[in-house]
């Protein structure tokens, strides 16, 4: 009979998983998603369970890499949460089984691994989609994703301008306070956008809050907030008028409001640019939906048992 899963939780995540060991691990992943080969990576589109008391949803992400030998699933909670509400907006659990006995191997905090490869993800497509010579980056929202952004595109990349905007001035104060360094707080979405090569949008907003008349045009957009079929974060021009990339075109399909609604055609997963197989159009806007995928936090799961479990025999 196995033993009792080991817990490894929020310090310990964070103690242990490192961007630049997570980014290759992640390009990786991406790539083996989107050749669909079920011996590499087979990943259902999330099941999300409505909270309708709480405005939210239990969203329930089950990965199986079978070459890997990693099987995993995560339970992100998230909510629409009214302003001021002092409630966590994402609240995420990742467990780690064995896949040939079935049993639980580790119970994991997953709200490090939330920020730390949900940030990572935007860092590659930032990679693979930017103009070259990209200066100023632009941040929208500044919660926890906004703060996980900043760190690892300022580890990643070397821009000359960072500026960041929160609907509240307390918002923008908190986080120029937090990451220590150059960063412009803006007053406005389009005081921070206006000539920016790269923009992310971190909010917990349902209707646009970034509109193409602002956006430079070969701009890159990192979309990560609205994770849901009726909530948007950018409006149609923006989604009309760039060339749209997302994680994963089933899940874009299924959970984006800025791609249903809009009616924008997805071009191609970023994993299809790592495979070669589709263009990185670096010189038009290009925009990156992000949702999020199992597969993502499968890959983190592993790094940070490995380490963990390297760690422990090595004492
Ligand atoms: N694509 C992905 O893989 C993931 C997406 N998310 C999404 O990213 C977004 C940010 O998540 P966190 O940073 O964890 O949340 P958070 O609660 O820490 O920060 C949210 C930020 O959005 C701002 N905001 C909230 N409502 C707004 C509105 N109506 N208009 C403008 N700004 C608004 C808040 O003031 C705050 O700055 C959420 O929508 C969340 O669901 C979160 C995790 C993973
Ligand atoms: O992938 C993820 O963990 C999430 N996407 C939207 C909220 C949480």
């Not at 099941?47 to 089950?62: C, I, Y």
């Not at 990572?120 to 952004?149: E, F, N, R, W, Y």
């Not at 009726?230 to 149609?236: G, K, N, Q, T, V």
Request: with cysteine; proline share 4%.
């Amino acid at each position: 009979m196995a033993g009792p899963p080991v817990v490894i939780w929020e310090r310990e995540v964070g103690r242990l998983l490192r961007f630049k060991d997570l980014v290759p691990r992640l390009e990786d992943a991406l790539g083996k998603f989107s050749r669909r080969d079920s011996s590499e990576v087979v990943q259902p589109v999330r099941s999300a369970v409505p909270l309708q008391k709480h405005n939210g949803f239990m969203g329930l992400m089950p990965t199986y890499m079978e070459n890997d030998g990693v099987l995993s699933t995560k339970f992100a909670c998230f909510y629409k949460r009214k302003e001021g509400s002092s409630l966590p907006s994402v609240q995420a659990t990742v467990v780690l089984l064995d896949p040939e006995y079935g049993n639980v191997k580790a119970v994991m905090d997953g709200e490090v691994i939330t920020a730390m490869r949900t940030a990572a993800v935007s860092a590659i497509s930032a990679k693979l989609l930017m103009c070259p010579g990209a200066d100023v980056l632009a941040i929208l929202g500044t919660g926890k994703q906004a703060l996980s952004h900043y760190s690892v595109f300022t580890e990643m990349f070397s821009f000359k301008e960072v500026r960041v905007w929160s609907r509240t001035k307390q918002g923008v104060d908190r986080f120029l306070d937090s990451v220590g360094g150059p960063v412009k707080g803006c007053g406005s979405v389009e005081e921070a956008v206006r000539g920016a090569d790269v923009i992310v949008t971190v909010t917990g907003s349902t209707e646009p809050v970034l509109f193409g008349q602002w956006v430079k045009p070969g701009a890159h957009i990192a979309a990560v907030g609205a994770c849901r079929p009726d909530w948007r974060e950018l409006d149609d021009e923006l989604m009309k008028n760039a060339v749209v990339y997302a994680d994963s075109r089933e899940g874009a399909m299924t959970e984006s409001g800025d791609v249903i609604l809009s009616g924008a055609e997805v071009f191609a997963e970023l994993g299809d640019v790592i495979n070669g197989t589709k263009a990185a159009h670096r010189e038009k806007t290009t925009v990156f939906k992000s949702l999020g995928m199992g597969v993502e936090d499968a890959v983190s799961a592993k790094l940070v048992f490995d380490q963990w479990t390297a760690q422990k025999f090595h004492l």
